[in-house]
């Protein structure tokens, strides 16, 4: 894995805690609802924009 893929990675573990905390679920509950509607590929496609933004 390069240093952009786990960049990535990073950033896309980051998002689902932080929307597991502010909803009250589970990991796996946020995963299933960011592959349901295509959440994790927007986050990637969008990395490069969307990791420089703050937390809200």
Do not use: P, W
Not at 6 to 25: G, H, P, V
Not at 30 to 41: A, P, W
């Amino acid at each position: 894995m390069d240093k952009k893929e786990l960049d990535i990675a990073y950033f896309i573990s980051f998002c689902i805690e932080q929307y597991k905390m502010k909803y009250n679920l589970s990991g796996k509950e946020v995963m299933n609802l960011f592959e349901k509607y295509g959440i994790s590929q927007y986050l990637t496609d969008n990395f490069e924009v969307l990791h420089t933004q703050s937390r809200q």
